[in-house]
């Protein structure tokens, strides 16, 4: 079993940078794939960015290409988000998640998830 905690959202200008960290338990992490997903108010869940447990498959959303960089440590079995030249369309709940099969942009398919961290972007 592995459980995720997510933090570091709060509210930001826009322009500004916040990473997003998620600490993860459980002996299986370092082999599990990781992402992050966020919903923004009234609207569907979203992936964000993907990476593989080796770190050497990394996919980004086209609405954060070239803002935002995902990356994980394993030995701490932490993932990151950092987020910089945050716009107020970032605004949303973010988590952070974690699967058994691989990289994917499909929500349904990882197995463990926290329970989100809220960013705030304002104009």
């Known amino acids: 079993q592995v459980q995720m905690v997510e933090s570091g959202g709060r509210l930001v200008q826009t322009g500004g940078s916040l990473r997003l960290s998620c600490k993860a338990s459980?002996?299986?992490?370092?082999?599990?794939?990781v992402a992050w997903f966020r919903r923004p108010p009234g609207k569907e869940r979203e992936v964000v960015a993907t990476?593989?447990?080796?770190?050497?498959?990394?996919y980004y959303a086209e609405p954060v290409k070239g803002r935002f960089t995902i990356s994980r440590d394993n030995d701490k079995k932490e993932v990151y988000l950092q987020m910089n030249n945050l716009k107020p369309e970032d605004t949303a709940d973010y988590y952070c998640?974690?699967?058994?099969?691989?990289?994917?942009?499909?929500?349904?398919?990882?197995?463990?998830w926290g329970q989100g961290t809220q960013v705030t972007v304002s104009s």
């Open positions: 998640a974690a699967n058994n099969g691989g990289p994917t942009s499909v929500a349904r398919a990882y197995d463990y």
């Open positions: 459980g002996r299986a992490f370092s082999r599990l794939a």
């Open positions: 990476m593989s447990w080796r770190g050497d498959y990394i």
